[in-house]
């Protein structure tokens, strides 16, 4: 009813903004997109970045944090 259409409106807005990891090209991805595909809060990425004890450590590029996508395929269980 209201509310699954609403949750398919929902995921849809998210497929648009986030897609599937396996489509993503790109070497290295920005936090919310690192933090959405590990189901995490972009905090919890930035601190695990500040207090070097996660399972991903990002590069930082011009004082930016970048996720490396393999990693993240990886600590997804994904095949890289």
């Known amino acids: 009813?209201?509310?699954k259409r609403r949750e398919a409106q929902e995921k849809e807005?998210?497929?648009s903004?986030?897609?599937p990891l396996e489509s993503v090209t790109?070497?290295?991805l920005p936090t919310e997109a690192a933090a959405?595909?590990?189901s995490r809060?972009?905090?919890t990425m930035r601190a695990w970045a500040c207090l070097e004890n996660g399972p991903i450590?990002?590069?930082r590029i011009n004082g930016r944090l970048a996720w490396p996508v393999r990693e993240?395929?990886?600590v997804v269980g994904m095949e890289v």
Do not use: A, D, G, N
């Open 17 to 19: 903004i986030f897609p």
């Open 41 to 43: 809060k972009p905090q």
């Open 57 to 59: 450590r990002p590069v």
């Open 72 to 74: 993240i395929k990886k």
């Open 1 to 3: 009813s209201r509310i």
């Open 13 to 15: 807005m998210t497929l």
């Open 26 to 28: 790109q070497p290295t």
């Open 36 to 38: 959405f595909y590990l």
